[in-house]
């Protein structure tokens, strides 16, 4: 077995070329428990934890670029703009958990239950993937193709996810049996976009990869046009529309039964995270309008 | 292979495997056995200890991830007969039962004072969300980190 210590993200590349069976590895907070367990026994391993390419956070405009190194407390300390993503961040398991944790690590292992990916697909983020013969940059739902399956080729690594910032607020939330150190049973991440009119939903660990809810969002913009409140923040929402965009929202999870929880307790918990994450998003709008008044 | 890493401010090495922990490491090579091994999940905190001065789960990074880095393991807190004031206000606080999850405990609340002199009830239990203690009922522990917090502050800076 041999390790590799790549300083540059071109070295890294190169070893990863010649060497595919080196599993890459940041955090190692999924990755060690298979080690550990002796349930995975990677050809090698190769280091890209030291990859200053990795670790840089850039802002360009509206653009958040991400490194796919940059840990959990990182994010959360660097980027509190980005709301849903830092509250995401900070149910990543625990304190030890997330100094070590990437957001990279979730989108190579795949998982639905990542609690990044909602909120990356709430984004519409991309995945920027490079290899020594170039890079591509894969829109969210290219890359995650199904239960912990990527579009990763195998001489590629995940360098970096980037999205629009968009103007209005969003959220994570999640079910699970504590707040810490816990697979969610079900996530949702919500974005409202004002200068797009756009309400965007996404759900985690209720189907074999992240889904988005697109009948639950076009309902959601078209109850905000009806009620005025894209233009007037403080206009009111009718709460039947509230109910009922939680109820589209619930339709468009595939949940299973499995040790976690029920499909159909999955599909309820939808119903609230996304009943109440709407209410959220309406309220820090009208607080920031009221704010900007005053 | 060869690692070689700077723990509690010295310098040491071992001929590892490619696979190994740091925990493996500091116990099995370095004899160093008050990082404690239970889940070798990253689900108790038994194993924490400070790489690069961040708190981390040591079962959860390779060994050879460690190369060059300073390692703070529960050692460099105190010993018998100078304990840290966190070590201190643990015994004082009864915080210890069967003590397993304690040298975790103290390397994560010595890690929260670092950040917070002063933390509230709900910041503690924020923090220490990743250790597990199966006897105390975490009840003593939090008080053990007042203890601890009011005896640090009381020492001039």
Same mark, same amino acid.
């Given at each position: 077995?041999?390790?590799?210590?790549?300083?540059?993200?071109?070295?890294?590349?190169?070893?990863?070329?010649?060497?595919?069976? $080196?599993?890459?590895?940041?955090?190692?907070?999924?990755?060690?428990?298979?080690?550990?367990?002796?349930?995975?026994?990677?050809?090698?391993?190769?280091?890209?934890?030291?990859?200053?390419?990795?670790?840089?956070?850039?802002?360009?405009?509206?653009?958040?670029?991400?490194? $796919?190194?940059?840990?959990?407390?990182?994010?959360?300390?660097?980027?509190?703009?980005?709301?849903?993503?830092?509250?995401?961040?900070?149910?990543?398991?625990?304190?030890?958990?997330?100094?070590?944790?990437?957001?990279?690590?979730?989108?190579?292992?795949?998982?639905?239950?990542?609690?990044?990916?909602?909120?990356?697909?709430?984004?519409?983020?991309?995945?920027?993937?490079?290899?020594?013969?170039?890079?591509?940059?894969?829109?969210?739902?290219?890359?995650?193709?199904?239960?912990?399956?990527?579009?990763?080729?195998?001489?590629?690594?995940?360098?970096?996810?980037?999205?629009?910032?968009?103007?209005?607020?969003?959220?994570?939330?999640?079910?699970?049996?504590?707040?810490?150190?816990?697979?969610?049973?079900?996530?949702?991440?919500?974005?409202?976009?004002? $200068?797009?009119?756009?309400?965007?939903?996404?759900?985690?660990?209720?189907?074999?990869?992240?889904?988005?809810?697109?009948?639950?969002?076009?309902?959601?913009?078209?109850?905000?046009?009806?009620?005025?409140?894209?233009?007037?923040?403080?206009?009111?929402?009718?709460?039947?529309?509230?109910?009922?965009?939680?109820?589209?929202?619930?339709?468009?999870?595939?949940?299973?039964?499995?040790?976690?929880?029920?499909?159909?307790?999955?599909?309820?918990?939808?119903?609230?995270?996304?009943?109440?994450?709407?209410?959220?998003?309406?309220?820090?709008?009208?607080?920031?309008?009221?704010?900007? $008044?005053? | 292979?060869?690692?070689?890493?700077?723990?509690?401010?010295?310098?040491?090495?071992?001929?590892?495997?490619?696979?190994?922990?740091?925990?493996?490491?500091?116990?099995?090579?370095?004899?160093?056995?008050?990082?404690?091994?239970?889940?070798?999940?990253?689900?108790?905190?038994?194993? !924490?200890?400070?790489?690069?001065?961040?708190?981390?789960? !040591?079962?959860?990074?390779?060994?050879?991830?460690?190369?060059?880095?300073?390692?703070?393991?529960?050692?460099?807190?105190?010993?018998?007969?100078?304990?840290?004031?966190?070590?201190?206000?643990?015994?004082?606080?009864?915080?210890?039962?069967?003590?397993?999850? +304690?040298?975790?405990?103290?390397?994560?609340?010595?890690?929260?004072?670092?950040?917070?002199?002063?933390?509230?009830?709900? +910041?503690?239990?924020?923090?220490?969300?990743?250790?597990?203690?199966?006897? +105390?009922?975490?009840?003593?522990?939090?008080?053990?980190?007042?203890?601890?917090?009011?005896?640090?502050?009381?020492?001039?800076?």
């Amino acid at each position: 077995m041999q390790f590799f210590r790549p300083s540059s993200l071109r070295e890294a590349l190169e070893i990863r070329a010649a060497h595919p069976e $080196a599993m890459p590895i940041a955090g190692g907070t999924d990755l060690m428990v298979e080690v550990n367990f002796g349930r995975r026994r990677p050809g090698g391993f190769l280091d890209v934890s030291r990859l200053p390419e990795l670790r840089e956070i850039r802002r360009e405009g509206r653009t958040v670029r991400l490194g $796919a190194g940059v840990p959990y407390a990182r994010i959360i300390r660097e980027l509190p703009g980005q709301v849903a993503l830092t509250q995401a961040a900070r149910t990543v398991g625990s304190p030890q958990i997330r100094t070590r944790g990437t957001v990279g690590g979730n989108l190579g292992t795949g998982s639905p239950a990542g609690d990044a990916l909602p909120v990356l697909a709430a984004y519409d983020a991309r995945v920027v993937l490079a290899s020594a013969t170039g890079t591509r940059t894969l829109p969210w739902h290219d890359f995650l193709l199904g239960p912990k399956r990527t579009a990763l080729a195998p001489d590629e690594l995940i360098v970096a996810t980037e999205w629009e910032a968009a103007d209005g607020p969003g959220s994570f939330s999640k079910v699970g049996t504590r707040n810490a150190m816990v697979i969610a049973i079900a996530g949702l991440s919500l974005q409202l976009d004002g $200068a797009a009119r756009r309400v965007r939903v996404a759900l985690g660990s209720v189907g074999p990869t992240i889904l988005r809810a697109p009948e639950a969002e076009a309902f959601g913009a078209g109850v905000l046009d009806e009620a005025g409140a894209w233009s007037d923040p403080r206009a009111r929402v009718p709460e039947d529309a509230m109910a009922r965009f939680g109820e589209l929202v619930a339709e468009a999870a595939r949940p299973i039964d499995d040790v976690r929880g029920t499909a159909a307790y999955r599909r309820h918990a939808c119903r609230v995270l996304a009943r109440r994450a709407l209410a959220w998003a309406l309220d820090d709008r009208r607080a920031a309008a009221m704010e900007a $008044a005053s | 292979m060869l690692i070689r890493l700077n723990v509690n401010g010295e310098w040491r090495e071992a001929d590892v495997w490619p696979g190994s922990s740091l925990l493996a490491m500091l116990r099995d090579d370095l004899g160093l056995w008050g990082t404690k091994n239970a889940c070798e999940q990253g689900e108790c905190g038994s194993c !924490s200890v400070w790489l690069d001065g961040d708190l981390v789960c !040591s079962c959860l990074v390779l060994a050879a991830q460690a190369e060059g880095r300073m390692v703070e393991t529960v050692e460099s807190l105190g010993r018998e007969g100078a304990l840290h004031p966190v070590q201190a206000a643990f015994l004082e606080a009864g915080a210890v039962q069967c003590g397993f999850c +304690t040298p975790g405990f103290e390397v994560a609340v010595a890690d929260l004072l670092r950040h917070d002199a002063h933390p509230t009830d709900e +910041t503690i239990r924020e923090a220490l969300s990743g250790n597990l203690c199966r006897c +105390t009922g975490y009840q003593k522990i939090v008080d053990a980190v007042h203890v601890a917090a009011d005896r640090m502050g009381e020492v001039a800076p």
